[in-house]
């Protein structure tokens, strides 16, 4: 009776520790599908994978921190309120939106979960003063990963044709291929967002400097000239030859404008004035100086024939040379697809500006110095 009694019993067990071990080994061939995924995938409901700029325009994800602004006097809230507060329906989409505003600096998260304006996000949607709401949204695309970037490369200069920016982004920021094009759309438009791209007629157009003194000297710093100065090597005898009028108010800005930059991109300056005009023949001196110049620099205001001269050599030669001017008629239609930087002097922190932009595209110029060549030879 005992044994009949048990029999069952005993049966049953077994039957569970089967469907346990069945459970166990389905769960663990769940667990080796998951483990056969790439460590570094970071695909989100959307089906986009994570990247570290944001997925969405400046203005765009301005609409959230506004809802919570004025639907919730600010205060922290869950994504999904936030959401609601902007009058948006939750999708997987809003989380990347919420995330991208996070990288412009106009959300936080003080908690897990939990997300607030920022006082940045506040100066753009209730600005205290006229300028506040434009100063905003240029400090957000300041705080934009890879796109701040971007942006201090080119500020300053005119736009150039969007598959160099494809192969900047690729190369110089490690955007994926796969992702450059939506990046490059986003950028643009959120430069145009913070009114930063002015049209400067045929066909041209410009990234506005508006960066100010503080971040101008985080822009191109000692860390900024590490990272640039990866790769390229320069020696103590290598010099950087600047083409320049003489006479004031240009040639005042050799000592204070162009002599600093070549320091900070740690080549010599030379000058084609006191320092090589010796005796005998003042051009051979000339094509010598520009000959043996790792770079050069050549300040195009005012269309100074010697400079003019001298640029044609630099050339000539194949040599790699930064073009400047404080306006865009001085230089020379047949060079203007070259990188010309330009400089406004209106702008009270115009010189210390140009310092840092010279020194940053001298070592482009010798880290890529076919972007600086007139006729580069062809590969």
Known sequence: MVENINAP?????????????????????????????????????????????????????????????????????????????????????????????????????????????????????????????????????????????????YRGENLPDRQFLVNTAVDSFKVKKEHVDAFIDVFLQSLKDAELLEDVGEGKIRVLDATLPAEVGSGVGEEQIKKLSKGVTVQATDTCFVMMPFVEPLGGYYATVYQPAVDKAKLKAVRADAEIYGTGKIIDQIWSGIHSARVLVAELTGRNPNVLYELGLAHALRKPVVLVSSNKDDVPFDVRHVRVIYYDMRDPFWGTKLIDKVAENILSALKNPEEAILFPEKK
């Open 9 to 153: 019993a005993k049966s049953a067990t077994l039957e569970s520790e089967g469907e346990l071990t069945k459970a166990k080994k389905k769960k663990g061939r769940k667990g080796r599908k998951r483990n056969k995924q790439p460590a570094t995938s970071t695909t989100t409901r959307g089906g986009a994978g994570r990247v570290a700029f944001p997925k969405d325009s400046l203005a765009k994800c301005l609409r959230i921190p506004q809802g919570v602004i004025e639907q919730n006097a600010g205060n922290e809230c869950a994504d999904r309120e936030a959401a609601a507060f902007a009058k948006i329906g939750w999708t997987g989409l809003v989380g990347v939106e919420i995330s991208s505003a996070i990288k412009y600096g106009l959300l936080e998260r003080p908690s897990s979960g939990k997300v607030k304006p920022t006082e940045l996000a506040r100066k753009v949607i209730r600005p205290q003063q006229p300028q506040d709401r434009l100063d905003g949204l240029r400090e957000a695309v300041l705080q934009a990963p890879v796109g701040r970037d971007m942006y201090k490369r």
